[in-house]
């Protein structure tokens, strides 16, 4: 059912039409036989009196029937399955949108990749599933009717059959849906150690050890997938053996158990075992649809535990339909006991930062020193609203920022973070005039290497230094009162290291916009007009550190 609740949420699904379609197929299926049946019993009849023709028709037109109603049903299926797909992507894409990054980094990549990609399709591909074991259950139906019409008891053997077969499969639902959960756990665990490979790649090209362990991991990953996958199916393999075992049992009881249990004629026999054997084509539909139905139904639940997950402590994303609006001046930006604490491994030292307190003026250019690890990263997300404050607040021109909006705050910022992703397109960036681009181009030291069309860089092909000044550029045409920068400066050459620091910046802070820089070059200190140093989590003035004389 969790898998129809998903399809169905956010679309009408129309049932009616379905039944409709479904119940019209399987009774022209169901005719089929009792035609087939009719005339290989009455044929000397039928020839006599000249109807076959007549049956010929009648076989045709039932036949056009099935495949009309069919192909309709199917194509429906396809259709509705598909929107329904489609939705649900969009509606993950919007979910890890609007979730907060402490969120995303406690669920990983991994996880949201495999479940937007090899879920979603595992669902999409049962589509014409729901078609044919619905269709077979129709089929089923009718023909176990024919039968009860015929037979009472053969009805009841067949049904008594039938439950004990599905019984069977129900039995051993836990063990398989456990052993697909694990199997999406191990897939993870691939696509991470894929990753590894891909991202890590020259890394990997130095070094044959750790190539080697890599390998190893993946192989350790790939045969629990394997093992736990190949339960899975000889789960499946059993199941429809034993399903099948029922089903000859069942055909066998015809002929040797019905006419014991009641005073049959040959012919009714040979009726209900006909259909019966009728019944192969729908029963084996069925129970070779339910390794991918129960797939289909553990990838919908992983798609609703991961939507669950994102939407976890995201408030806005309740709200989603309040869009944040663009703050582009403040008088005061002031922490007050700010403070935040990662989540760590239980029995790792806890590590947080705060309590905070500093307020950031207009037009301000503030540096931020201090050690690997001691909390500078840290800190910068939760002046950007990036991390949600577990102690203090956030003022805004003397208003305490509410949750609500966060959103709205963080239009403040633009940023190049040290693991800064540049974007080929300019997403969000309107700029007015093209010469404004060329300028920066220019200005940048990029407009041999780089055009700017359509609002998209002509390549992204380059150095780190490069890429920085491309994402420098970004942000530039961003024009927000904030520019967060996370040792910028760090992969660029002496040169234009020093343009960073006496150009670049000046002329930011000579447009407005205020400088938040993460920075270990101190021969530009000077340049100013707040220093910060980071000691374990707690942000002082600079100079107080170094009158302390305390570790940098
Ligand atoms: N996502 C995270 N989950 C758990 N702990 C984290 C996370 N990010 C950082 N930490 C921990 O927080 C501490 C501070 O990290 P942070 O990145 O803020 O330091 P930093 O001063 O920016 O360091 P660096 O100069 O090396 O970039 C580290 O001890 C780190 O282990």
């Known amino acids: 059912m969790v898998l129809y609740d998903l399809i169905s949420r956010n679309i009408k699904i129309k049932r009616r039409t379905f039944v409709a379609l479904g119940c019209i197929s399987g009774l022209a299926n169901a005719l089929v036989l009792a035609l087939i049946n009719n005339v290989a019993e009455n044929i000397s009849d039928i020839n006599r009196e000249n109807h076959i023709l007549y049956y010929l028709a009648l076989f045709s037109l039932t036949i056009a029937i099935y495949g009309l109603t069919q192909q309709r049903l199917m194509t429906k299926a396809a259709r509705t399955v598909e929107r329904a797909i489609a939705g649900l992507r969009v509606e993950l894409f919007e979910c890890v949108r609007y979730t907060e990054l402490s969120t ?82 191990s897939e993870n665990m691939l696509i991470q150690r894929l990753s590894d490979l891909l991202d890590g790649f020259k890394e990997v090209k130095l070094s044959v050890p750790r190539a080697d362990d890599l390998e190893q991991e993946f192989i350790a990953d ?79 639940n992983n798609v609703l535990a991961l939507e669950n997950e994102l939407k976890q402590a995201t408030q806005r994303g309740k709200n989603k339909e309040a869009r944040a609006t663009d703050i582009r001046t403040f008088e005061e930006i002031r922490l007050e006991g700010a403070y935040y604490q990662h989540n760590r491994p239980a029995g790792d030292r806890p590590f947080f930062v705060g309590p905070v307190d500093l307020s950031i003026k207009p ?13 500078k990263t840290t800190f910068i997300r939760m002046l950007t609203g990036l991390y949600e404050l577990q102690g203090g607040q956030i003022m805004l ?94 992969d660029q050459d002496p040169i234009f290291r020093r343009k960073f620091y006496e150009q670049v910046l000046p002329k930011l802070k000579a447009r407005g916009n205020t400088v938040i820089a993460i920075t270990h070059d101190d021969a530009y200190f000077h340049l100013a007009d707040v220093h910060l140093k980071m000691v374990e989590g707690q942000l002082m003035e600079h100079h107080t550190v170094e009158n302390e004389g305390a570790p940098s």
Do not use: C
Request: glycine share 6%.
């Open 222 to 300: 790939s045969t629990r997938a394997r093992k736990a996958k190949t339960t899975t199916q000889t789960l499946f393999a059993t199941d429809f053996v034993l399903s099948q075992i029922t089903f000859f049992a069942a055909t066998g009881a015809m002929v040797f158990l019905v006419p014991m249990l009641s005073n049959v004629y040959t012919e009714v026999v040979i009726k209900v075992t006909t259909a019966s054997l009728f019944l192969i084509g729908p029963i084996t539909s069925i129970v070779g649809g339910i390794p991918i139905y129960t797939t289909a139904t553990e990838a919908a």
């Open 104 to 185: 995303l980094e406690k669920i990983g990549k991994e996880r949201i990749f495999n479940t937007l990609s090899k879920e979603l399709q595992t669902i999409s591909q049962s589509a014409q599933l729901f078609v044919i074991i619905g269709q077979s259950i129709t089929l089923v139906f009718f023909t176990s009717l024919y039968i009860a019409y015929h037979s009472f008891v053969a009805f009841l053997v067949i049904s008594v059959l039938i439950m004990l077969g599905a019984s069977i499969h129900r039995l051993r639902a836990n063990e398989i849906q456990k052993n697909m959960q694990l199997s999406f756990e």
């Open 397 to 490: 021109n003397g208003h305490g920022v509410s949750s609500a909006e966060l959103d709205s705050y963080r239009s403040l910022f633009t940023a190049v973070f040290s693991d800064f992703h540049l974007f080929k397109q300019l997403y969000g960036i309107r700029v007015s005039s093209q010469q404004e681009i060329d300028d920066w181009l220019v200005f940048l030291e990029m407009n041999n290497k780089v055009s700017v069309e359509n609002s998209e860089f002509s390549t992204t092909d380059l150095s780190t230094g490069q890429r920085k000044r491309l994402a420098l550029l970004s942000t530039i045409l961003e024009n927000r009162p904030v520019y967060i920068f996370d040792e910028w400066a760090a």
């Open 363 to 375: 037009g301000q250019i503030t540096f931020i020193t201090g050690g690997n690890g001691s909390g």
